[in-house]
């Protein structure tokens, strides 16, 4: 083996990584978030915990990345630490899957189809199909597959790289006597562990490990420890990223840990017990790449068999490595290492959009409710939802604008534009709210008393208020169209209630049965309402142009007030009934 073996064998390592980051990637954008936002749903049930983990392992082809998703969400409070026991020992079964397609390599056969097996045989036309899907498609979906298919094809292609580059060491007098070095159990995890741990992929590394054992020169003896170390070493990168996060969400890394190293201890002792006992003939034979990756399959099978009824001790013993801090500690809102699985992202930043959207109706409706009978307890709540939406409203811009740039599907970058939009609305809805109901401790302090009229007016128009703002939230929650459509309708007569309570103002004014101070209060009090309406229009907007991409948001309001088709004129009608005012 000379420097260019050296430098093939590093040339197939850079491959089959970027290859295998590639695929995952694209693997993870076709899942559309879809495995990841049940996370979050986890019922008390192990069996679906580690079914979930396993598809999901699956889906990203990477336990490393499956492990940091799940640091994020418990550091975020979306997930508790009970909850991520069964979806890490799932991963660590999701991985294996990787050896499987590897140990294709292995085949001979001079039978065609079997030979068409061999990823030199079939990896140049998967990577054909996808450039070409790549190219001629122009629908994205189709593009990811054949990016896929690209990646996958790579990651074949460096695995060969590899296999070419080591075969001249079955003929190195150096390397058996190096490997001899290797019969000890626990010199094999430990290297194991620590060349993960290098590259950070353990799917890299049993990848390698299969190469080597091409050359004969690999025993069952050296393979089995090194496969447990791997385990170990893939740890590392979830080590990694528990820094500086909660205490919980450090407690997901250690329960990863030493579940890996528990497994590792539990199976050698019993693997080199059995073989002192009844001396397994295997033991010094050459292993193949379909045995590293059945013995791979069995450690983390059984690991998580033995390990599973235990999941409640895993967690206690997370728990005394890092115990409670004094104080009590807050979630962050959305951990930045979600942006690492970007539909889960998405997927987790509408669900907080969501919040913010309840939490800004909720304080609308506490102001309306009790703006003629104003108290500092109302007030202080109000005053409270206010300063969260505020804080959710940050929060979610830096996150989603760090987002914008990540590479998401056509319609993950349509829901990012629309939450874009939508925040600030509900955050300037909070605001209003705080402007009203500072109306009416103004009112109260300077004893002021709108008329038995005018008290009947604004009653009618909060009831309007109050639908269209559940109109709003329930259409944005639900993403229902039909409920949106039905905003624009609800605005207008809205804003027309609020000339028709100035205009009977005015009157009262003229008459002298209304003093100039009132008339201050009720202007800004129809001011901050018909800004809500507007805020809600806006809203109502972004969630119909999410389902027409090429609508402007403009030019939308501007045609359906001056088309008023039949839908808009019949709810118009029906809102103008249902909220008109009464006549003096």
Known sequence: MNIFSICTLCGGLAFFLFGMHVMSQSLEKIAGGKLETTLKKMTSNPFKSLALGAGITIAVQSSSAMTVMLVGLVNSGIMQLEQTVGVIMGSNIGTTLTAWL?????????????????????????????????????????????????????????????????????EMEGFSNLMTAFKNPILSVLFGALFTGVIQSSAASVGILQALSMTGAISYSMAIPIIMGQNIGTCVTALLSSIGVNKNAKRVTVVHMSFNIIGTIACLTVFYGLNAVFNFSFVEKPIGVVEIAAVHSIFNIVTTLLLLPFTNQLVKLAKKVVPDAKGEESSVLLDKRLISAPPLAVSQCKERTDEMAQTAKAALHEALYSLFECDEKTAKSVEEKEQTLDKMEDNLSAFLLELSPVSLTDSDSLIVTELLHSIGDFERIGDHAINIIQIGQQMNNNDQRFSDNARTDFTTLFAALTEISELTVGAFVKNDISDALKVEPLEEVIDEITIKIRDKHIARLRRGECSPELGVYLSDLLINCERVSDHCSNIAVSIIRLDKTDLNSHFYLDTLKAERTPQFISAYTAYEKKYRLSAE
Not at 123 to 136: E, F, K, N, T
Not at 145 to 170: D, H, R
Request: avoid cysteine; charged fraction near 15%; charge should be positive.
């Open 102 to 170: 590897l140990s294709t390599t292995g085949i001979k056969s001079g039978n065609i189809f079997l030979s068409m097996l061999k990823p030199e045989n079939f990896a140049p036309v998967i990577a054909l199909i996808g450039v070409v899907m790549i190219m001629m498609s122009k629908k994205k979906k189709r593009q990811d597959i054949g990016t896929i298919m690209v990646g996958f094809a790579v990651l074949m292609f460096g695995m060969e790289l590899m296999k070419n580059a080591v075969s001249p060491l079955a």
